[in-house]
C-alpha cells in the first residue's frame, strides 16, 4: 500500500480499547478511493461495522493546506454503551453510520482561511451525540433527526449499494427549499419592475460614464 491513511487507521482500530472510540482528519480521499487497496480495506472496515460517523468538512480550513479534509469517527462496540451506574450512555448503533455534511458552514476570516464558529462546531457534535443517544448541550433532550443536505443516519446495505463511498453528499440528500407561496402572476410583476429599475439605472450610469469621458476629451459622438 503506497498511501499510508490506512495504515494509520488499522493502526488506531488495533489499539482501540473493546469499547473505545476514535476520532482522526484524513484528506477527502479517504472516503472514496480504490487505489493502493484503500477501497478494500474501507469495505472491510465498514463490513466489521466499525465507522460510527463521517463528516465532510469545508475546505481552506488548515493553515498547512488548503484541501477540504474530513472526519472519522470509529467505535469498537456500537451496541450501546453503560457508565459504571448501570445508566445507558448510548443507544444502539449496530448496522448505522452517521454522515454528516459541513462543505457550506464556516466563515472566511481571511482570504484564504475559514473558520467554523462555536456555534457550528457545537451544531456538529450535538448531532453525532443526538444521534449515539447521549445528546449534550443546549439540546440534550432533543432526539435525533436526519436534515435533508445536513445529516443522514444510513443503513450498511445503503452504503454498500453506494459501493462502500462514505461521502456525506451521497446520503445527506439535497436542502429542503424554503416554500415559495407568491403567486406567478405576482412574482413575474415584481421582476419585471425590478429589470426595468435596474435597466434605468444601468443607463443612469453610462450616461455619467459618457459625460465624464467627454469632459476628459475622450469621447467624441459617432466615433
Known sequence: MNNANFAWVQHIIHHL????????????????????????????????????????????????????????????DKRGLYSPSGRR??????????????????????RVHRELTDEEIARIAETYHAWRGNAVGAHRDAPYRDIPGFCRSATLDEIRKHGYVLTPGRYVGAAEQEEDDEPFEQKMGRLVAQLRAQQAEAAKLDAAIVANLKALGFWEEGA
Open 17 to 76: 480499547a473493546p469499547a473505545g472510540v476514535a476520532g482522526f482528519v484524513l484528506a477527502n480521499g479517504s472516503m472514496s478511493s480504490n487505489q493502493s487497496g484503500e477501497g478494500e480495506i474501507r469495505r472491510n472496515i465498514i463490513e466489521a461495522d466499525l465507522v460510527d460517523c463521517m463528516v465532510a468538512l469545508p475546505g481552506q480550513l488548515f493553515y498547512s493546506t488548503q484541501i477540504p479534509a474530513c472526519l472519522w469517527f470509529l467505535a469498537r
Open 89 to 110: 450512555a448510548a443507544r444502539d448503533r449496530r448496522g448505522q453510520i452517521l454522515f454528516i455534511d459541513a462543505r457550506r458552514l464556516g466563515r472566511m476570516v481571511s
